[in-house]
């Protein structure tokens, strides 16, 4: 089954610096990969998600990379703020549908 | 769009008894709802997979007698705790998709079990 490896468990950035989050998967046949932020006492909320026909997509201050080959993908934020502290999450979809989660970063932004 | 509300927000029982936890998707015909379990710092397990109108698929290890899924309709799913025990004090979480195009979370149920 499909496995995914999230890290780093743990990040702290000044305000204003990047956050880079990372997680590989197993299931080649995995085609969907959505981020999620998770507040304390929260259910996940998506905040970028992308598919296997593209290499990146961006939303403003938050970017996802995709490289199929090494089955690998990314979280980028850019301009980090206080507010932006909380747990990420990458998933991956597992067929015929449901996802499986990373382990989860907590990310903190030190003003 | 895209919401789903899930009741309660947190609940607290005594050992022995039954909670129930609903799932409902506001704004669309969720195809299939999924159930997971986070324990304290830790990710999102998956716990089962229903569709409307069929039996739950349930993940390796999680008891289907335990965890009763109804999903009577497009737009509610609802998960039963039976003879509930602290080890099942937890943070649950529902999801709904419309044929992997999208999975929406609900906010979540914190079951506390004394």
């Known amino acids: 089954g499909e496995n995914v490896e999230q890290h780093p468990s743990t990040l702290s950035v000044q305000e204003g610096d990047s956050a880079v989050i990372k997680c590989t998967y197993s299931?080649?046949?995995?085609?969907?990969f959505p981020w999620y932020k998770q507040e304390l006492g929260k259910g996940p909320q998506l905040i970028i998600d992308i598919r296997s026909n593209v290499g990146e997509k961006k939303d403003q201050r938050i970017a996802v990379t995709l490289n199929k080959t090494a089955k690998h993908f990314s979280l980028h934020i850019t301009e980090t703020q206080p507010e932006d502290s909380a747990v990420y999450f990458c998933a991956a979809e597992i067929k015929p549908n449901g996802l499986v989660f990373g382990a989860g970063t907590i990310l903190r932004v030190k003003s | 769009g895209a919401v789903v509300s899930q009741h309660p927000s947190w609940v607290i029982c005594k050992s022995g008894t039954s909670v129930k936890i609903e799932c409902r998707s506001l704004?669309?015909?969720?195809?299939?709802m999924f159930w997971y379990r986070q324990f304290p710092k830790q990710s999102l397990m998956l716990m089962a997979t229903?569709?409307?109108?069929?039996?739950?698929?349930?993940e390796q290890g999680v008891e289907k007698d335990k965890f009763l899924i109804n999903h009577a309709s497009l737009t509610l799913s609802t998960l039963t705790v039976t003879s509930a025990h602290p080890e099942d004090s937890s943070f649950y979480i529902c999801?709904?998709?419309?044929?992997?195009?999208?999975?929406?979370f609900g906010s979540g149920t914190r079951l506390t079990v004394v």
């Open positions: 229903s569709n409307e109108g069929s039996k739950a698929t349930y």
């Open positions: 999801s709904a998709s419309v044929r992997g195009l999208f999975y929406t």
């Open positions: 704004d669309f015909q969720a195809t299939t």
């Open positions: 299931d080649s046949a995995s085609n969907y």
